[in-house]
């Protein structure tokens, strides 16, 4: 029974999940030293997914902003914690009985290893980076090897930090142990403790980046690392220690043993694997902003917190969850399926509550369900037990980005994640020894099934809406070629990107006439519907473009008559890689580097292509007299200040045009003066293919007058500056673009807002 005060009093009760049952004898606590170790891993678990996003940005700026370089991070990240879980809860079942110090000064020690991470880490990025570059170079590596080697630099550099917060949970659980005695659900109370940090960690560090950026919030996790180690120091001296001899448990019998690792290696799985296919799921509706992943990730730990409090709740009365629970977390997931559906009306923010909130909440149910009935306390089962979990979380994100959406889609990828689910709940009455079966209960079962998979091929993609379309599935990106409006539109996961449009071509035109000397190399990063790429092929020189999404370049035809000649010319280069990425391991110089990153310009990630940083690697690759161009669509004055510091940074001649449809600005930037050609002198540079190319979408007809248009929206970038004199500089530790929240104005959301529109 539970007593007024919320202290469990001492009986002795019988758990019966259909998985094997155990018996445990409670003991008296005080309420108030639990809620000291609850709030001792909220702060942790907040650290936790800090170090995550901050390291995960960080990598990308050195390793690319790829699928892979994404996954490998993830990978290892959740890989060291499983592997600290495991270790931590072998050494405390090796060495509980010869330990003479205070538990709680171990934990200090690792939490003040964690802290040191925020210091060590950004060094050992950037020491890996250089490596990479060294080693690539040196032995020409492919760009499945620069992958390789990034993996194997980046679980060097990962894997020992993360590992210090997977042995986290084990030692508390000793620590409750040796402070309290034997509690059974001690990992679902360090659980739940740590989901709500984690909640906070989803939102705070976005503010905290902004206003800081990535090093100086590190700073921040360090010192509540360094607080957390401090304060169990002095805990130690203070809290009451136990014996532990009282304190053993035992195993729970073999079958359910089996079962139950499994069943937390299947919650790992699934869980993050519907992350990824939420992701583009919902893009058509949250847009690819950095806030955008944010939601997905809140409302997931929000509802996983919810679940996790239930179950204790539930526990506390000894409900027997077993029978229904795994058919409900099947159903759950296919719900996403109806509220992702463009046919059903409803408000667009609802469609991920409605669609996440469910199925991550019945796993927030069942995943400490689990590890309690496997561990009952015991810190080396736990250990185990979190690791098959983390295992999971392992494997899900690359078995739905390189495996299930590449080659299904979303909606089957959704179906395929929940079936396991479906499996389960039908198995366990069959197979359960102290299970019944009812009658009621397997016809809810298979009815819940036959909706689940009723769900999948009833409701609607975006992508079915459209009745023209080509539609490619990668690892990357779903994309889409398709007219609306009687215009072809290039989508990708849902987002309209670009458009048939003169401003394209004026990026390499413009470009390319304004250079002393006839170009022979240029290099356009973004490939978009291949306008820019086929402009500069115009003037019959080498051309190299670089595309981040595989499925991209293949769209080319749909836009083009003549893409399959450009296509075959051998002048014609295509890369698929991150831009950034590929100069990076590049050996060559180019007369012009054309840049067009993808909207919006406030895109997660798009900051690579606009930072100090990154200029300076593009100058690295430009010959002495060449130039770049970077196109900014639109942005508030403090965007625009700091892309032009940025660029005035590292190039000391820069000149901005106003796009030549009266929005957006061409920026050039060169280390030699640019020359100041009237439209004459720039038109007398076409060759006669680029002349003709140059009008094809007007708005002039004849390249003297295109040209003149430009030339009468030149701007001075140092006005440009002026806007916002105060604004930082653009770099790759102040992502000034992608962080905004604490500054947005009403023009700047709706300017996101009609970049981010979803056709439909």
């Known amino acids: 029974m539970v007593s007024d005060r919320g202290a469990v ?7 019966d999940s259909g998985l094997g049952t155990t018996a445990q004898k409670q003991i008296i606590w005080p309420p108030a030293i639990m ?25 990308m700026a050195s390793y690319g902003v790829t699928t892979a370089t994404v996954a490998i991070v993830l990978s290892v990240f959740m890989a060291g914690l499983g592997v600290g879980s495991w ?88 620590a409750i142990e040796r402070t309290l005695g034997p509690y059974r659900r001690s990992f679902s109370f360090l659980y739940l403790a740590n989901v709500v940090g984690g909640t906070l960690g989803a939102v705070l560090p976005l503010l905290l980046i902004e206003a800081n950026g990535f090093k100086r919030t590190l700073m921040v996790g360090l010192g509540l690392n360094l607080w957390l180690a401090a304060v169990a120091i002095l805990a130690a001296s203070r809290l009451p220690r136990q014996s532990s001899g009282d304190a053993k448990f035992e195993p729970p019998p073999k079958q359910g043993s089996r079962w139950i690792l499994l069943l937390l290696i299947l919650t790992g799985v699934t869980s993050m694997a519907m992350e990824v296919v939420w992701t583009r799921l919902f893009t058509p509706y949250l847009g690819t902003l950095v806030y955008s992943f944010a939601t997905i990730l809140l409302l997931y730990l929000v509802a996983t917190c919810a679940g996790s409090q239930v179950y204790r709740l539930t526990a506390r009365r000894r409900r027997n969850e077993g029978v ?50 496997w561990a009952n306390g015991e810190p080396y089962l736990a250990g185990r037990a979190y690791a098959a979990n983390i295992f999971g979380c392992v494997a899900g ?69 459209l009745p023209q379309r080509y539609v490619r599935r990668d690892a990357t990106a779903t994309v889409i070629a398709t007219t609306i409006g009687g215009r072809k539109e290039l989508l990708i996961n849902g987002i309209g990107t670009t458009r048939l449009s003169a401003i394209t071509k004026m990026m390499s035109h413009l470009t390319l006439a304004e250079l002393r000397y006839p170009a022979k190399q240029v290099l356009v990063i ?96 430009l010959q002495s007299q060449g130039i770049l161009q970077q196109w ?103 992502p000034v673009n992608e962080f905004f929240l604490l500054r947005a104005t009403g023009e700047q959301i709706k300017n996101i807002q009609e970049s981010q529109a979803a056709w439909f």
């Open 324 to 373: 229904t629970i795994w058919t409900l977390v099947g159903f759950s997931g296919v719900i996403s399926l109806l509220t992702a559906d463009p046919t059903l009306r409803m408000p667009f923010f609802l469609r991920p509550f409605l669609g996440i909130v469910p199925f991550a909440g019945t796993l927030g149910f069942i995943t400490p369900m689990l590890v309690d009935r």
């Open 35 to 59: 809620g000291w170790f609850f709030a001792l891993f909220v702060v942790s678990g907040f650290c936790s997914i800090l170090y995550e996003l901050v390291w995960l940005r960080l990598a």
């Open 87 to 174: 270790a931590a809860g072998w050494m405390v079942r090796r060495f509980e009985s010869r330990l003479r110090i205070p538990v709680l000064w171990l934990y200090a020690a690792l939490e003040a290893g964690i802290g040191i991470s925020a210091l060590v880490v950004p060094l050992e990025l950037a020491i890996g980076h250089h490596l990479l570059r060294r080693v690539g170079a040196a032995l020409a590596l492919s760009s499945n090897g620069h992958y390789l080697l990034s993996g194997i630099l980046l679980a060097v550099t990962i894997v020992p930090w993360c590992s210090l917060m997977g042995a986290t949970f084990p030692l508390a659980m000793f």
């Open 632 to 734: 900014l669509p639109y942005g508030d004055p403090i965007l625009q200040s700091a892309i032009a510091k940025a660029l005035k940074a590292e190039f000391p001649h820069v000149q901005v045009f106003l796009g030549i449809d009266g929005r957006g600005y061409h920026l050039l930037a060169s280390m030699q003066p640019l020359p100041r050609r009237s439209a004459e002198e720039l038109a007398a540079t076409l060759p006669p293919a680029a002349a003709a190319d140059i009008v094809e979408f007007g708005p002039k007809t004849t390249p003297t007058e295109q040209f003149r248009s430009m030339l009468l929206t030149q701007l001075d970038v140092d006005a440009m500056i002026a806007l916002a004199p105060a604004a930082p500089v653009l770099r790759d530790d102040r």
């Open 9 to 15: 009093i001492g009986q002795v009760y019988v758990v």
């Open 526 to 621: 973004g490939f978009g519907m291949g306008t820019a790429y086929r402009a500069a092929l115009s003037w019959g020189i080498d051309t190299t473009v670089v595309e981040l999404v595989p499925s991209v370049p293949q769209m080319f035809a749909y836009y083009y008559a003549d893409a399959e000649r450009l296509l075959a010319s051998p002048l014609s280069h295509i890369v698929i890689d991150d831009g950034r990425r590929y100069l990076g391991r590049a050996n060559g110089r180019y007369d012009a580097i054309i840049l067009d990153p993808p909207p919006p310009v406030e895109a997660a990630g798009s900051s690579l292509l606009y930072s100090s940083e990154f200029y300076r690697l593009a100058k690295a690759h």
């Open 397 to 465: 994100p690359l078995l739905a980005g390189f495996v299930l959406l590449p080659y299904t889609g979303e909606r089957l990828s959704i179906l395929l994640l929940s079936m396991p689910w479906f499996a389960v709940g039908i198995a366990i009455p069959i197979f359960g020894r102290s299970v019944p079966r009812s009658r009621i209960h397997t016809s809810l079962q298979y009815a819940a099934l036959a909706a689940a998979i009723g769900f999948a091929f009833l409701s609607h993609s975006y992508e079915q809406v």
